[in-house]
């Protein structure tokens, strides 16, 4: 069965980085448009990157959030089947759990609703 799988987090200080994986499996992935999202407790889930399938070739086809852009990447090794969220800077208000996801379309969106495959997510603490 499709499933995505994230790894990578951990617990970090301020100003440090770390890079979170989505190894996908059951399926090819590469003509899906990924994302990443987050949820912090108590918080509603949060767009933080997508990026659109590998069949796209223009260069703007990463998106971010307004609190990560500049400081987050989002990128994808279609060899792998996997999608990256490099994270550098990181800030406590960060600490979230974060959430890789799919759907079947070229075109990347930033509302979770739009997303029809979830990871189970991965914990990133950044401590201040």
């Known amino acids: 069965q499709a499933q995505l799988v994230e790894s990578g987090g951990g617990l970090v200080q301020a100003g440090g980085s770390l890079r979170l994986s989505c190894a996908a499996s059951?399926?090819?992935?590469?003509?899906?448009?990924m994302g990443w999202f987050r949820q912090a407790p108590g918080k509603e889930r949060e767009f933080v990157a997508a990026?659109?399938?590998?069949?796209?070739?223009?260069?703007?086809?990463?998106y971010y959030s307004a609190s990560v852009k500049g400081r987050f990447t989002i990128s994808r090794d279609k060899a792998k089947n996997t999608v990256y969220l490099q994270m550098n800077s990181l800030k406590p208000e960060d600490t979230a759990a974060y959430f890789c996801?799919?759907?079947?379309?070229?075109?990347?969106?930033?509302?979770?609703?739009?997303?029809?495959?979830w990871g189970q997510g991965t914990q990133v603490t950044v401590s201040s």
């Open positions: 996801a799919a759907r079947p379309y070229v075109v990347a969106s930033t509302a979770a609703y739009d997303y029809n495959y």
């Open positions: 059951g399926r090819t992935f590469s003509n899906y448009a």
């Open positions: 990026i659109s399938s590998s069949v796209v070739t223009i260069s703007s086809s990463a």
